[in-house]
């Protein structure tokens, strides 16, 4: 006997590409892709760019719900990506806002904190 086979997708590691540079007491910074968008169960991994002018990253959640088991802050460097892993049943349909947060060394200066704001789309 055969019956319906359900093909299991295998939970996909979504990169979130993260870069900030701080010429001349300004910053500049991109996030690709802003959105990230998840199925239920994927990961995500926040990548600092190699050339980033930034040594740490930290990932906070926004308005108290996070669609992973593990709540942040999540830490991390150019070498130790932070990561969310092990997503919560019942994610789909929900979008979650959260912040990347880096530090600027400016020549001369004290170092500022740069705070980006994308979100997590879970569908």
């Excluded at 991109?30 to 990548?47: R, Y």
């Excluded at 002018?53 to 932070?82: D, L």
């Excluded at 919560?88 to 705070?115: M, W």
Aim: charged share 20%; hydrophobic share 35%.
């Amino acid at each position: 006997l055969h019956g319906p086979t359900d093909a299991v997708q295998a939970a996909a590691t979504v990169p979130v590409k993260v870069d900030v540079r701080c010429p001349d007491q300004s910053v500049r910074f991109s996030v690709d892709p802003w959105t990230a968008n998840l199925s239920q169960g994927d990961e995500i991994e926040w990548v600092l760019s190699d050339s980033a002018e930034s040594n740490e990253i930290t990932i906070t959640s926004k308005r108290g719900g996070w669609p992973f088991a593990n709540s942040p802050p999540y830490v991390g460097s150019r070498t130790n990506h932070p990561q969310g892993r092990n997503m919560k049943p019942n994610q789909a349909g929900r979008q979650f806002s959260y912040a990347i947060q880096l530090i600027c060394q400016h020549e001369g200066s004290s170092p500022d904190t740069v705070v980006i704001d994308p979100q997590i789309v879970v569908h």
